[in-house]
């Protein structure tokens, strides 16, 4: 199943800290920002009826993956666009 909105635009700062789409998310003390972003896109996903995809950028690794959170809290990764895109 494809998504039907914009991918979600996440940066990770911190293990406590991040933003998504520009609005800053924190984790509970011993909590960690992955479990608090996943909760917060699959909410989403379970509002629209539909997977939500999401660019997260992780300045902890210096990386970025894409990923495709569903309603029932399952992710997986997606495919890097093609550079031609």
Known sequence: MQPTSPA???RVFSHH???????PVTAPP???IQDVVIG???Q??????APT???????RYG???RLLIHPDGR??????????S
């Open 17 to 23: 800290a991040g933003l998504i789409d520009g609005v």
């Open 53 to 59: 995809a999401a660019v997260v950028t992780d300045d």
């Open 40 to 42: 917060i896109l699959q």
């Open 8 to 10: 979600a635009e996440v």
């Open 44 to 49: 989403r996903a379970q509002q629209l009826g």
């Open 30 to 32: 011993f909590g960690n």
């Open 75 to 84: 992710t997986e990764s997606l495919p890097e666009p093609d550079a031609a």
């Open 63 to 65: 990386g970025a993956v």
